[in-house]
């Protein structure tokens, strides 16, 4: 067979196997410039603009001449042949167009800092406003301590035979060399009572300072130790009182069981002590008073020449940093008291003698007050201290 030009059929064979391998080479070409737009896709559209453009604009040309036109006069073939390039050429113009428009769009405007690399990524988003977090709830703000609470307490009843307590030195009245008062020894005369460290003992008062436990009562004790700590034994009369008191220190009452006598330091003089008036000695609270002591705070005292029973009223006041307000109370028998729902702290604590019109007695040894009253109830007791206040009966 012969084309109309005259060239044999057996010259176009070859054309094939040429056609086939044009053909070969177009795909292979349209695989790299999809695979390079891909790549694109993942680095700087500027710096990649313009080779990507050429790898497109190449791929397209190799459609539109593949190989060198077949001999002229094979129209057929020819005439085949260019149909099927433009049908590649359309091919890969459709396929190549979205990678063009997106990969190799208009060429960016060189405005500042280079566009972010990441073409898949998108634009970072402004982070949303973190809500803060709530505010923790406050913690529930605990109930009010129970408020302090005074019980009567019976008084508990007189051992029998009664205990007495008396002091034989110094003679009531007497004088004392000032340069030998400290080291004076007083002198006890106790019967009925048998005392014992951390037992029964003897409360020694002298005037109106804390009272010293007395365990041997056959053991002399110099004035200077019945002294707070810093304080002088000043000239002119003093006072001394003396009387039996049980384990947990609520003193023995009985007519009789108790002692007092009025001495002078150096001369002699006036004082505004009368013997024979009434009159109260504090005796407790004082000191520390650590666990169940302290849970139930006895408040006791002496009375001579009174029983509160025409009228008379011994008057109780606690103040303290843990109180709203103070705590006040009266006394209107000879028993003691105890102070429930006291906090932990230092107490000044008050007694007060009154007449029958609510009025407070004059003179010494008719109102006392003590500082600084430790109170823990959750404390450990001191050595030779009761572990408990009285009962409620007073047994």
Known sequence: ??????????????????????????????????????????????????????????????????????????????TRWHVGRRRGTLVIAALAAPFVVAACGPEPEAKGPALVSSVSAAPTPSPSPVASPAPSPEPP??????????????????????????????????????????????????KNWTTAEGDQHVHLILDDHPYKPIYDHKKPVKLSELLPAGAELTPGFHVLTAFPSRKTHESVKGKGASSQVVFWVGKKGKT????????????????????????????????????????????????????????????????PKVVKNLQAGDYDVQLELLDKNGS??????????????????????EPHHPTAAPSASGK
Do not use: Q
């Open 272 to 335: 505004l002590f009368d013997a024979k008036k009434p009159h109260v000695i504090y005796s407790r609270p004082k000191g520390a008073n650590l666990g169940p002591m302290g849970a139930e705070l006895m408040v006791d005292f002496y009375l001579t020449n009174t029983l509160l029973d025409k009228g008379e009223k011994v008057r109780c006041t606690i103040r303290g940093p843990k109180l709203v307000t103070p705590v006040v109370f009266e006394f209107t028998k000879w028993a």
């Open 141 to 190: 703000t605990p109930p009010p301590p129970p408020a302090p609470v005074v019980e009567e307490m019976a008084a508990s009843d007189d051992p029998k035979p009664l205990p007495t307590a008396k002091i034989t030195a110094p003679a009531n009245d007497a004088s004392i060399d000032p340069a030998k008062a400290k080291d004076f020894e007083v002198k006890l005369d106790v």
């Open 1 to 78: 067979m012969h084309c109309t030009d005259g060239h044999s059929l057996s010259a176009l064979l070859p054309m094939d196997r040429a056609e086939t391998e044009g053909v070969s080479r177009f795909s292979t070409k349209v695989k790299e410039s999809l695979t390079f737009v891909w790549s694109v896709m993942n680095r700087d559209f500027a710096a990649a603009f313009s080779a990507c453009r050429t790898k497109v604009k190449d791929s397209l040309t190799f459609v539109e001449n593949p190989r060198p036109p077949y001999p002229p006069g094979c129209l057929g073939r020819n």
């Open 360 to 381: 407070p007695f004059e003179g010494p040894l008719t109102a006392t007050t003590r500082t600084n009253v430790k109170v823990d109830p959750a404390g450990t007791p």
